[in-house]
């Protein structure tokens, strides 16, 4: 059975992609490859659920360095069936969990939809804030009460290191201590340029025809040929996508007083049971909230 020691879990546009591949700069520290495996959890991606068994053996496969491995698979965080699985598995696995202000962490998710398609080609409309909120498949995944209630019935909390994406921006050497710390690793300087593997919301660009086409030719190339391109790419922090031909410049929408009010509330109630089953400080997220709610 692989021995999988890290979970990077949740969750979605709170800096996650940014902190896995710096975390990888770690020589102690091999991250799987892709950065989201979606093989454990039953959430795989925004929309995708399958209640199929994890593929254990195929998991094995997606680290070819030696360390302590990182899966960030980020939606697992949310999905109901990751933590038994993972207890069966890997009791001894350590997590680190990523969170952000949820309102602001949904906006974006929703806003990161928006300009992918993803929605349309799932056959699901999220055409409004409101109308995305209804569905679980954005809720869930800012629902951290409810999801840390599940986690803790299998793993003791002193597993988990919980983060504030907001701080991960403003001070990630700090975090990145505080990791180093809670995995027992040596300290080691890091490259924190933040502009390298952010996937922002405003960063994902919706491809063109031309971009669509070149994507279906891609992955008919035998994987032994495209593999050393795909990592030297990379390395760079380069997506051909994001060029103009394949790409064209995506949707910003504005987060306001509405988008509050749309969700405030049950996000409220729900971080009141987080902070309750973590001692985690959710005030100023709260307040935050409140704020904008009153403001309306």
């Known amino acids: 059975m692989p021995e999988v020691d890290i979970f990077l879990i949740g969750v979605p546009k709170a800096g996650t992609t940014w902190l896995a591949h710096t975390l990888d700069q770690h020589h102690s520290i091999a991250l799987s490859d892709p950065k989201e495996p979606n093989i454990i959890a039953s959430h795989r991606g ?173 992955t008919i190339i035998p994987n032994f040929v495209k593999k050393p391109i795909v990592e030297k790419l990379q390395k760079r922090d380069f997506n051909i996508y994001n060029l103009p031909l394949l790409s064209r410049k995506g949707l910003n929408h504005t987060l306001g007083s509405k988008h509050y009010n749309i969700c405030g509330k049950e996000l409220i109630e729900d971080l009141e049971l987080f902070e309750k089953l973590t001692g985690f400080d959710t005030r100023n997220w709260s307040e935050k909230i409140n704020n904008h709610m009153n403001n309306d």
């Open 46 to 218: 925004t929309f995708m659920r399958t209640n199929e068994e994890p593929n254990w053996n195929k998991f094995d496969t997606l680290f070819s360095e030696k360390g302590l491995r990182l899966d960030a698979s980020v939606h697992a965080f949310a999905c109901p069936l990751s933590p038994k699985r993972i207890k069966q598995k890997l009791p001894q696995a350590k997590f680190i969990l990523c969170l952000r202000e949820p309102v602001s962490r949904s906006f974006s998710h929703w806003n990161m939809i928006q300009n992918t398609k993803e929605s349309v080609e799932n056959g699901v409309d999220w055409s409004s804030f409101e109308k995305a909120w209804a569905d679980n498949r954005l809720r869930d995944d800012s629902m951290y009460g409810k999801s840390m209630s599940r986690w803790l019935k299998e793993f003791n909390l002193n597993h988990f290191l919980i983060i504030d994406s907001a701080v991960l921006k403003t001070n990630p050497i700090s975090i990145l201590k505080k990791i180093e710390d809670f995995l027992g690793l040596e300290s080691i300087e890091y490259n924190v340029n933040q502009n390298r593997h952010s996937n922002s919301a405003a960063s994902r660009r919706p491809m063109t025809s031309f971009g669509k086409a070149t994507r279906g030719l891609f």
